[in-house]
């Protein structure tokens, strides 16, 4: 009777472990079958297992993401991880010697343009080879014969510095050699019923010498001339009084009496026709012809 006893409870215990088995095995393949829906995930496994997905590979914070961390990050392309993405770079360090600055998470070149040079705060360099360089060293740099190198810019070689640098007639002017201007003789005025010469005009008389010296061909007539008011005999006396006040005056400053011939017209050749101060102001003069 025991042994039947037995063997009848051994079969039991055979049941219930049986039993337990299957239901562990049965449990086990729910857990592993039931997955969070995408993109929620437990872990790696879950975003892995996600049909279609070949970039969200990393589980992070129970979210399938392209990365957590730079080791997720497997394109050599895109090593850095930033915000739960693989990009190229975070900073200037991540990037290569020949595109050392990491710009909208890309390394990128010094430059491609002169003006990216001004951006890198290097105003005055362009942009050489994908570099900010001077464009000129020195002269050999240029390139050009006819070029120099100034300032690290290559520019055109002056044929002159200063006018003596240029022949007579010439001066220098933004490293040329051009013709002087051709300087022109000026008016002066008088007080009225008066030939002698004040401050101003002294200095316009200090032009006009100035000018003869440079303009050694010419042979000037000083014309002297008047207001209305007057006998036609006083202001021609009183001209001719004017005209030779300049003569005397640039005379003293070393023109040659040859070079100035004077002449007086009185109130004959007016360049004002009305009756006023103003008028009778502009026609007491003395003008310089030739």
């Not at 050392?100 to 430059?111: I, R, S, W």
């Not at 008389?205 to 002297?224: S, Y």
């Amino acid at each position: 009777m025991m042994a039947h006893s037995d063997e009848g409870s051994k079969t039991w215990i055979e049941k219930v472990t049986w039993a337990s088995v299957l239901l562990f095995v049965l449990v086990t393949i729910l857990a592993v079958g039931c997955r969070p829906d995408f993109p929620k995930c437990r872990d790696a496994d879950d975003c892995a297992a996600e049909e279609g997905n070949t970039t969200l590979m990393a589980c992070c914070n129970g979210q399938c993401q392209e990365c957590c961390a730079d080791g997720d990050c497997k394109d050599k392309e895109r090593p850095r991880c930033k915000e739960n993405r693989c990009v190229q770079c975070i900073e200037d360090k991540d990037c290569p010697e020949d595109k050392p600055f990491c710009e909208e998470e890309k390394c990128v070149y010094e430059c491609e343009i002169d003006a990216d040079c001004v951006r890198r705060n290097k105003a005055g360099m362009i942009c050489k080879e994908h570099k900010c360089q001077w464009e000129c060293e020195k002269d050999e740099d240029c390139n050009d014969p006819n070029k120099e190198c100034k300032d690290h810019h290559c520019v055109i070689k002056c044929k002159c510095q200063t006018d003596e640098d240029c022949p007579e007639g010439k001066m220098c002017r933004d490293c040329e050699c051009i013709d002087k201007p051709q300087c022109e003789l000026e008016t002066i005025h008088f007080d009225f019923d008066r030939y002698d010469l004040r401050s101003g005009d002294r200095e316009i008389l200090d032009r006009n010498v100035e000018c003869m010296k440079q303009r050694t061909d010419i042979t000037v007539t000083i014309e002297g001339n008047c207001d209305e008011r007057g006998t036609t005999e006083y202001n021609i006396g009183l001209g001719d009084k004017r005209a030779k006040a300049a003569r005397r005056y640039m005379e003293n400053l070393g023109i040659d009496r040859s070079r100035l011939k004077t002449i007086s017209y009185g109130e004959e050749r007016p360049v004002c026709n009305e009756s006023t101060e103003d008028c009778w102001g502009q026609n007491r003069r003395s003008e310089f012809k030739y």
